[in-house]
């Protein structure tokens, strides 16, 4: 037994790009992520301020952003939800989705499910509460503090894109509520980003970029790197069976066609929309606020000739 990886095998190969300084400083880093490395990688090419959640946004624009990358995942992933439970949702089932955001993801299923009951929960009301479908409920709630459910609730149980905002001890804590709203034979599923791109046709500005996010997150006791340990945190937790893991490749920018200009769009606005973020990065990084704007700018023209890579991951095990 063990954690069970799924990927499907290049679509099309990238040419070999050779290593900048930036890379070979991060040498260690990428053996320590050798655990995921042992997989068939796929590359898309397609060319048609809460003291928790640090680098928490609400603006419309947000919004937007949210709703395309939940698209671009269920394009990826070829579908909404990974964990085997259709035919209860079918019959009549329970969902919960944490930090459902403005709920595009919920507002999917619970139109797919009509059957089946849906609940999200964010600690700030950026969902819809007036025109929703009738299967569908919000909460306003703390993850931190407690899923407000009881006990063996939910047949599943879904968190997606928070991982790099949280510290270990944080998402053992919620790994540990997930499993315990979660109805025995039920099933929790992560849907992850990799923002740091393993390093994968990185060039010099980019790579300087991605430094700043990282030392930011780690300035609050954060991690970008914590999805990599996620499933072998899940084989710890006696409740629940060996996870299964799904990985996808995405290319950055204009070479990954329409799915990477969205994730570009989604990292340029991150690098943008949140002042405190930009001064934190700043301070890392020792330079100006306008040096960060255009280091942000000659990042993203730079991309155009490196084709750096990211990471989707989407994990899903069941409880016992």
Request: with cysteine.
């Amino acid at each position: 037994m063990g954690i069970k990886y799924s990927s499907q095998k290049l679509k099309f190969k990238l040419p070999k790009l050779s290593n900048n300084n930036y890379d070979n400083n991060n040498n260690n880093k990428q053996k320590s992520n050798s655990m995921i490395m042992n997989k068939e990688e796929e590359i898309i090419l397609i060319n048609d301020d809460d003291k928790d959640l640090k680098f928490y946004f609400n603006s419309e624009n947000n919004v937007h952003r949210q709703h395309n990358h939940t698209f671009l995942k269920k394009y990826l992933f070829k579908c909404n939800i990974s964990s085997p439970v259709n035919e209860n949702l079918i019959s009549g089932g329970m969902v919960l989705d944490i930090g459902c955001g403005p709920s595009t993801f919920l507002l999917e299923v619970a139109g797919q499910y009509p059957n089946s009951k849906f609940f999200g929960i964010d600690i700030e009301p950026v969902f819809p509460q007036e025109i929703k479908p009738s299967n569908l409920e919000f909460k306003l709630a703390d993850m931190f503090q407690g899923l407000p459910f009881p006990d063996n609730t939910f047949d599943l149980v879904h968190l997606e894109t928070i991982l790099f905002s949280i510290t270990p001890a944080q998402l053992d804590f919620i790994i540990n509520e997930m499993v315990r709203v979660t109805k025995p034979s039920g099933y929790i599923e992560f849907v992850e980003t990799h923002m740091t791109c393993r390093n994968k046709g990185v060039g010099e500005n980019f790579g300087l970029l991605l430094s700043g996010f990282e030392l930011v997150a780690n300035s609050y006791g954060a991690d970008p790197d914590l999805v990599l340990t996620l499933p072998q945190l899940l084989i710890k937790n006696p409740n629940i069976e060996d996870p299964n893991v799904i990985f996808k490749e995405l290319v950055l920018g204009r070479n990954g066609g329409k799915l990477g200009v969205i994730i570009q769009d989604v990292f340029n606005w991150f690098n943008n929309s949140s002042e405190s973020f930009v001064n934190d990065a700043c301070k890392q990084l020792k330079i100006t606020k306008e040096q960060y704007f255009q280091l942000v700018k000659d990042a993203f023209k730079e991309i155009d000739s490196t084709f750096p890579e990211t990471d989707f991951i989407r994990i899903y095990a069941q409880k016992k």
